[in-house]
């Protein structure tokens, strides 16, 4: 069934910033594929402790330029201080840009949690405002699922919540894959009066081995029986991708018919899995 682009679910896709000229091409065709989906924005991820502190500026600047897309760059705060935090901001409202994802970070192993001058989303959200006002559109991040260091979900929604109050105007999860998670987290939410967009992250499948790890770490969960399947592929990228495709677009439509705003789409700086899944669900392309 195909929407017309008004009925089209507010979406939107990340990206990371390359490291080659090569990267940068691939990146750019298809940053220019998925802009015909006519999405709310483009997000760009940062490292940690200031690592692709050029690269995300300098692919925020070109993405945006290219697709005329809003581009959101993301911004850490473990390992930065806040003079070079403050100086990203200004440069970042200095070329217009007016929407950023900010997030603590996760620092290599082995660098403790106090290095940096801000130690937690909330107190990145606080400066972000105390030294630029209403200027930017904040996005945090939740977790549905739980962040792996929380001690509890109740801990943890007490965290989100200082994000919020700290004034966050919308959140973007992790990626997950069974919806009841997230449905269960908006009606926390609700019950304590949180009521910013929380949007769902979506990760395409498309390789089980690199799935796997990412979920390890994060702490998503690959149901079992999404699991065994993908095992049983084995070398069979094909089918992989099929079944993915398949799952994430079941996953979407359920999220959407359970009342979620939009979707966010972790591209992995591919366009083909998130274009299959957007016709899947027909949000429509110019
Ligand atoms: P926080 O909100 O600070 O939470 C981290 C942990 O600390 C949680 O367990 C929380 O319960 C706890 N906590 C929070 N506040 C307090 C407090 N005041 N006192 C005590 N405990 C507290 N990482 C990158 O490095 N670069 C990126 O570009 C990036 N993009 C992302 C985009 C999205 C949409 C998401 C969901 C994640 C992204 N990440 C990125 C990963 C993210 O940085 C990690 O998940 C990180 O571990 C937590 O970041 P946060 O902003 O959620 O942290």
Redesign the pocket.
Known sequence: MANTINNNPPISF?F?PTKTAEGSQKLELNALSLAKYQPEFF???????GS?RDR?LETVLSTQKQTRIATAP?????GDSREQIKELLDFYRSKGINRI??????LPSGMGLDRGEL??????VEFIRTETGDHFHI?????PE??????NME??L???R??VDAGANS?????FFNPDSYFYFLERTHSLGIDIPVIP?IMPITNYTRLARFSDA?GAEIPRWVRKQLEAYGDDITSIKKFGEEVITQLCEKLLKGGASGL?F?TLNQAAPCQGICDNLGISAS
């Open positions: 990340e990371f997000s760009v991820t940062y490292g940690a402790g692709t995300t993301h911004l850490s705060c473990v994802v900010a997030l603590r970070g996760d130690r937690y989303g909330n107190e990145l996005e945090v991040a939740a977790y739980v962040h792996p260091q929380a001690p801990k943890d007490e965290n989100f200082r994000k959140a973007i999860t992790q990626y992250g994060c966010h972790y």
